[in-house]
């Protein structure tokens, strides 16, 4: 009678076990859900700000070519900017992109 009680407590402890393991992967992937600068939709964001041949490039969303250069050159910004600039930064509208160039010029 022992034995049987043990098995199913233990197996009671590894279903719970397995569940809060589910759980907490969904939790952790989700809490990742950070838009990639390669892969967003064209109607999320018009423009990417990246480094290109060491100044910084706008491009528009989905394309590998800049249609644009910003003439500052990225090792002159704060490290913080660096960063942001070698992962991508997304930009929703054209005057949201005045701005930071306008930032990023000053």
């Given at each position: 009678?022992?034995?049987?009680?043990?098995?199913?407590?233990?197996?009671?402890?590894?279903?719970?076990?397995?569940?809060?393991?589910?759980?907490?992967?969904?939790?952790?992937?989700?809490?990742?859900?950070?838009?990639?600068?390669?892969?967003?939709?064209?109607?999320?964001?018009?423009?990417?700000?990246?480094?290109?041949?060491?100044?910084?490039?706008?491009?528009?969303?989905?394309?590998?070519?800049?249609?644009?250069?910003?003439?500052?050159?990225?090792?002159?910004?704060?490290?913080?900017?660096?960063?942001?600039?070698?992962?991508?930064?997304?930009?929703?509208?054209?005057?949201?992109l005045k701005m930071i160039i306008e930032d990023?010029?000053?």
């Open positions: 009678m022992h034995v049987k009680l043990y098995r199913v407590s233990l197996l009671i402890i590894a279903i719970i076990v397995i569940i809060a393991s589910i759980v907490a992967f969904n939790y952790i992937n989700q809490s990742k859900n950070i838009p990639d600068p390669n892969m967003v939709q064209a109607n999320e964001y018009m423009y990417i700000l990246k480094e290109h041949e060491q100044k910084i490039g706008v491009y528009k969303t989905n394309e590998t070519s800049p249609f644009m250069t910003i003439d500052v050159y990225v090792k002159t910004l704060p490290s913080v900017d660096q960063q942001e600039l070698k992962s991508g930064v997304m930009v929703q509208n054209d005057d949201k990023y010029e000053s």
